[in-house]
């Protein structure tokens, strides 16, 4: 059974964005999106490439996608509850909808352009369902006038509490393929060791869980794995811990410790790579003088 975390993005997009897997990213995409909007074929605008890998900027791991009809998509899986994440969405959402008009082309050229946010931790707390689909309608009569804007947020942790720990709680919560895919990114080391049966006897799920058996890393993406893994199980350690205490105050003073060190240790990888202070204090949002007495 393979060691790696499909819910690392280094990791998750190993799987999803490269061109032998485009099946498995069309299979994730039409789960969560309408029928109007599902694809059947698609080209990869930012294919993973390990060659290109150590220019990348470790930030840079999400993946664009467009479709047959010109429909762009960005998948994203956010490792941390980091601050102002609603407005960063949006932002990468304009990004991916204003970068289709070139200087030669109309507004006439722009397609719809969806964000599906893959989060590891609770983004909406009042809401029940861990798939909330977002876009513009008139507030009264709740029309949707504005139809190229559309944001998917899935929050992986409300399906875990959900599924269980176990093999009979995940096939019990699994109805549709968006489930499919949520028991693959939360409960593969489950469904590994299993006969897959019922909802789970799926061949998107098998072949996903074959990519990672077989994935290797090379030495440098391992670091840089096991640093945002790093950053994964302190965020989740301290969520645990702070539902066993149920204090409000320690919740924030933890998470904010936690992303503190996981900052430290991605910091400390740029370093390794030699990257210039000005790009690791824009990824990390550590001061110069921490970053040097790193």
Request: hydrophobic share 35%; net charge negative.
């Amino acid at each position: 059974m393979s060691d790696i975390n499909p819910r690392v993005d280094l990791a998750f997009k190993k799987i999803f964005g490269v061109e032998e897997n485009k099946d498995l990213l069309m299979s994730l995409i039409n789960s969560v999106v309408s029928k109007e909007d599902q694809v059947s074929s698609v080209t990869l605008l930012n294919p993973y490439n390990p060659q290109n890998f150590r220019n990348d900027k470790l930030s840079i791991l999400d993946i664009k996608a467009e479709g047959e009809s010109g429909k762009r998509f960005n998948i994203e899986l956010q490792i941390s509850d980091e601050a102002d994440y609603d407005k960063r969405a949006l932002y990468y959402w304009a990004k991916l909808y204003t970068e289709q008009l070139h200087a030669s082309k109309n507004y006439g050229a722009l397609n719809k352009a969806i964000g599906i946010h893959i989060l590891n931790f609770t983004s909406i707390p009042n809401e029940v369902k861990y798939h909330n689909i977002f876009k513009i309608k008139e507030k009264d009569s709740n029309i949707e006038y504005y139809k190229d804007l559309e944001l998917h947020t899935i929050e992986l942790d409300k399906f875990m509490r959900e599924a269980g720990s176990d093999l009979g709680g995940v096939m019990a919560r699994v109805k549709t393929k968006v489930d499919i895919w949520s028991a693959f990114l939360t409960k593969y080391d489950v469904l590994n060791d299993s006969v897959l049966e019922g909802g789970l006897d799926d061949p998107d799920l098998k072949k996903a869980l074959g990519v990672l058996n077989v994935m290797n890393l090379s030495k440098e993406e391992r670091e840089e794995y096991e640093a945002h893994l790093k950053w994964l199980r302190i965020e989740s350690g301290i969520v645990d811990k702070v539902r066993a205490e149920g204090r409000e105050e320690g919740r924030e003073e933890g998470r904010e410790e936690g992303r503190e060190e996981g900052k430290k240790d991605i910091a400390k990888l740029m370093l390794s790579k030699n990257k210039p202070i000005s790009e690791i204090i824009e990824f990390t949002g550590l001061s110069e003088s921490q970053i040097n007495k790193l």
